[in-house]
């Protein structure tokens, strides 16, 4: 049975229920992957969700800061978390819907402003994460996967505004780029969405800081969908909502979508 997917850096799920309410109510995704979600588990708003249909949730939070959540309209078990780099926060979730998909739900560490993890703790504990993501799934091969999130890293040259602008500027330097490379081989992974999309500029964040961010539009592409092999073929449909950047009090992250038939 096909399953459409989304995956959103919501940026606090309190402060922005409203347009994940929205969401919910105008595209209908059958699961709903967030990140940063800002809230211990018990204080997520779920009763709005339930409402729309959302009665299953996997989710590990912490009080204002990180956090992970699926919310599903199909039935999905808990499939357990992992600390990468024993930071102690809430960045990972996974779990498994009823014809066996085991979706993880990630949010990878910013990494600050300077990318030099002598000068930089943040940068260094972005690095080590990867890391151990990535000896993570070579220790758990993983199948019938699909891996989503704000892994905070945009890898290709078209998936920022300006690719030699920003080579020395975090979330896009090649010793991230390599790190996310590794974690992709490391699980076989294949990116959904560039495989739907593979050409052309592609984002789904767009600073806060930007006066019009739209006109502006110096995006990185930071979230992402992915699929282990031996599924990644039933994906399709791939999208980035990008006019939900525009909404009121928005995240500034945009929903990426993509649809299996598993």
Same mark, same amino acid.
């Given at each position: 049975? &096909?399953?459409?997917?989304?995956?959103? /850096?919501?940026?606090? $799920? *309190?402060?922005?229920?409203?347009?994940?309410?929205?969401?919910?109510?105008?595209?209908? &995704?059958?699961?709903?992957?967030?990140?940063?979600?800002?809230?211990?588990?018990?204080?997520?708003?779920?009763? !709005? %969700?339930?409402?729309?249909?959302?009665?299953?949730?996997?989710?590990?939070? !912490? +009080?204002?800061? /990180?956090?992970?959540?699926?919310?599903?309209?199909? &039935?999905?078990?808990?499939?357990?978390?992992?600390?990468?780099?024993?930071?102690?926060?809430?960045?990972?979730?996974?779990?498994?819907?009823?014809?066996?998909?085991?979706?993880? /739900? %990630?949010?990878? &560490? @910013?990494?600050?402003?300077?990318?030099?993890?002598?000068?930089?703790?943040?940068?260094? !504990?972005?690095?080590?994460?990867?890391?151990?993501?990535?000896?993570?799934? #070579?220790?758990?091969?993983?199948?019938?996967?699909?891996?989503?999130?704000?892994?905070?890293?945009?890898?290709?040259?078209?998936?920022?505004? =300006?690719?030699?602008?920003?080579? +020395?500027?975090?979330?896009?330097?090649?010793?991230?780029?390599?790190?996310?490379?590794?974690?992709?081989?490391?699980?076989?992974?294949?990116?959904?969405?560039? @495989? =739907?999309?593979?050409?052309?500029?592609?984002?789904?964040?767009?600073?806060? *800081?930007?006066?019009?961010?739209?006109?502006? =539009?110096?995006?990185?592409?930071?979230?992402?969908?992915?699929?282990?092999?031996?599924?990644?073929? @039933?994906? #399709?449909?791939?999208?980035?909502?990008?006019? $939900? *950047?525009?909404?009121?009090?928005?995240?500034?992250?945009?929903? $990426?979508?993509?649809?299996?038939? $598993?």
């Amino acid at each position: 049975m &096909p399953f459409t997917l989304a995956t959103w /850096n919501i940026n606090s $799920v *309190r402060l922005r229920e409203g347009i994940v309410a929205q969401l919910m109510a105008e595209e209908a &995704p059958d699961v709903l992957c967030l990140q940063e979600c800002k809230s211990p588990v018990e204080k997520i708003p779920m009763e !709005q %969700f339930r409402a729309l249909g959302y009665n299953h949730m996997v989710a590990r939070g !912490q +009080k204002g800061y /990180n956090g992970v959540a699926i919310l599903s309209k199909l &039935p999905i078990e808990d499939a357990g978390d992992q600390d990468f780099a024993n930071l102690g926060h809430a960045r990972h979730v996974a779990g498994r819907l009823e014809n066996g998909v085991t979706i993880h /739900n %990630f949010y990878v &560490p @910013a990494g600050g402003d300077e990318p030099d993890r002598e000068k930089n703790e943040k940068f260094g !504990q972005k690095l080590d994460y990867l890391t151990g993501m990535r000896d993570w799934f #070579h220790g758990n091969q993983p199948e019938k996967s699909i891996l989503v999130g704000d892994l905070n890293i945009a890898p290709r040259e078209d998936d920022v505004w =300006d690719h030699k602008k920003l080579l +020395k500027i975090v979330s896009h330097t090649p010793v991230e780029v390599e790190h996310l490379a590794q974690v992709q081989d490391a699980g076989n992974w294949v990116d959904v969405t560039r @495989a =739907d999309i593979p050409e052309g500029l592609l984002y789904s964040w767009w600073s806060y *800081r930007a006066r019009d961010w739209d006109a502006a =539009d110096k995006g990185r592409r930071l979230d992402h969908v992915w699929a282990t092999s031996d599924i990644a073929s @039933a994906g #399709h449909s791939s999208k980035i909502l990008r006019h $939900v *950047r525009g909404w009121e009090k928005p995240s500034d992250h945009a929903p $990426v979508f993509a649809t299996f038939d $598993v």
